[in-house]
């Protein structure tokens, strides 16, 4: 089956940088693009942008461009999300979601979440 | 604030219905398909619509989504009290550059 594994919780300092990890098994990870999606504490979903594992080309949400990068490793068949400049409100969970299809605009699988703090 | 509009909670007795409203306009739903998730705290959201009313394999014929015009609706029926969750509507949006949008979530409580 379909799984998303992403890396453990991190904690930050204001300014710096955090790179989340999401593992893909149980499919081709060349298939589908992987999406980042993060909700901060009581706040609801957003929408951070893309990645296609095949081309490595990306697509950002607006408000993030500039402090967001998507990788991918396919060797490893996993994409990463880096988030530059932190700052207090960047705390929330971050998820990983495989597109449904070429077309991006829904998910079908998503990773556990991982919680990026951002403290001083 | 979101652009797609969802009332912030509804509820309900257990086998009863519920229905979520989503509203948007042309630059999303309007022109765009709506799918809808199911969020426990602390798991991984869950598609339950697709395509504005198609349902992932899996996912119990209780859960029916519409759309019309700009605006779709999320309908629960039967429901259950593991149902109680966050849901949430989303589409692509044309503008700003285009981006995937999310309605701002409606909590569902069975009473």
């Known amino acids: 089956q379909v799984q998303l594994v992403q890396s453990g919780a991190e904690v930050k300092k204001p300014g710096a940088s955090v790179k989340v990890s999401c593992k893909a098994s149980?499919?081709?990870?060349?298939?589908?693009?992987i999406n980042w999606v993060r909700q901060a504490t009581g706040q609801g979903l957003e929408w951070m942008g893309w990645?296609?594992?095949?081309?490595?080309?990306?697509r950002y949400a607006q408000r993030f461009q500039g402090r967001v990068i998507m990788t991918r490793d396919t060797s490893i068949s996993t994409a990463y999300m880096e988030v530059s400049s932190l700052r207090s409100e960047d705390t929330a969970v971050y998820y990983c979601a495989r597109a449904r299809t070429a077309a991006n605009y829904d998910f079908d699988d998503w990773g556990q979440g991982t919680l990026v703090t951002v403290s001083s | 604030q979101s652009v797609l509009t969802q009332p912030p909670s509804v509820s309900a007795a257990p086998g009863q219905k519920v229905s979520i409203s989503c509203s948007g306009s042309i630059s999303n739903i309007g022109n765009n398909y709506v799918s809808w998730y199911q969020h426990v705290p602390g798991t991984a959201p869950k598609l339950l619509i697709f395509d504005n009313r198609h349902r992932p394999s899996g996912i119990p014929d209780r859960f029916s989504g519409s759309k019309s015009g700009t605006s779709a609706t999320l309908v629960i029926t039967g429901l259950q009290t593991g149902d109680e969750a966050d849901y949430y509507c989303g589409t692509w949006d044309r503008s700003l550059s285009g981006a995937v949008i999310f309605g701002g979530g409606t909590k569902v409580t069975v009473l």
């Open positions: 990645v296609n594992p095949t081309s490595g080309n990306t």
């Open positions: 149980g499919y081709t990870f060349t298939s589908y693009d």
